[in-house]
């Protein structure tokens, strides 16, 4: 069920949520938070429907502002989304003109849910400082996604310079499960010491810069990106030992290989992680990410220069560039 406001007011569209459950039109699940998502208009319905996906295992309140023109008059239209592919959400778009083309505390206030946390996402436009912003001064929880940024290396400067606990980005949540298997690989009896660390990934991609930083602080060692084209996500990862390297590597999408010194290759599972996916995991957990909060704030704290390294041995338009983290 779709229901459109124009022209209308937050105390209006919590009255028609209220009339349409008395209507028995609408059943009131039990919430247990409110996801507010800040975009642009023309960018919400993917947005929507990863949320209302995920609220299949997380039942909650979504409210989307979707930021319209501020040279137009300033009026708000709503939309209320309930049932069908909604999943168990209830789903409330506001689109703001004029004045109210901006993130806004007092435009999602009365339509929060009482006594239930608060998470705000921004998809797109990472803000400078989010927990500084209207929405994120009230959330518990705030999550970012530098990978849809211009410049996703600036965008994870921000973030680390302006780190507050609460704070997270999908660009990390993409690498739980390459977290999980290397921690696996190296929770073996091999006393022999890593000495270097190499990430092949995609020149565009954060999440491959928080994995070598990652690992960087984890391990006491260098790390080294070997930048692959754009758009190609995460490739591998090297560790370097005497005793033998261990080599993580997944040439596609889907399915890595883990090769260990004395032991047999093995094939994993290791899907690329879809919007849903990252999504579900967040709001699985409303407590501070302390782990993504010491590697994105060193990345920032610690000024790091980038330097372009040619590996011979290939021809000339197949060259790789190998990207060295180096702190100056």
Known sequence: MIIDLRTTTTSKISKKILS?????????L?????????????LEEEIIEAAAMASREHPCRIIVLAAGSPEEATRLDAQIRVGGDVGASEVIVLRGYGALARESESLVTALLLPDAPIVAWWPHDTPDN??????????????????????????????????????????????????????AALDQPDPSPVTAVEVEGATDSPSTILLASWLQRALGVPATIVARPAGTGIRG?????????????????????????????????????TLQDCLVEELRRLDPDEVFGETVSALAAVPQRIRVKKIGGEKPRRKKTRLELVAV
């Open 20 to 28: 349409l459950r008395e209507q028995g039109g609408v059943t009131a």
């Open 30 to 42: 039990g919430r247990v938070l409110t996801l507010v998502v800040i975009t642009r208009s023309g």
């Open 130 to 183: 989010a927990s500084q912003t209207p929405l994120g001064r009230i959330a518990h929880r705030r999550i970012t996604d530098s990978a849809n940024e211009a410049d996703p290396r600036q965008a994870l400067d921000r973030i680390g310079r302006s780190y507050r606990a609460g704070d997270t980005d999908l660009a990390w949540t993409r690498l739980t499960k390459w977290r999980i298997q290397l921690a």
């Open 237 to 273: 990862v090297r560790l370097s030992r005497p005793s033998g390297d261990i080599r993580l590597a997944r040439p596609g999408d889907a399915v890595a290989e883990l090769t260990q010194p004395g032991q047999p290759a093995q094939r994993l599972s290791l899907q690329r992680r």
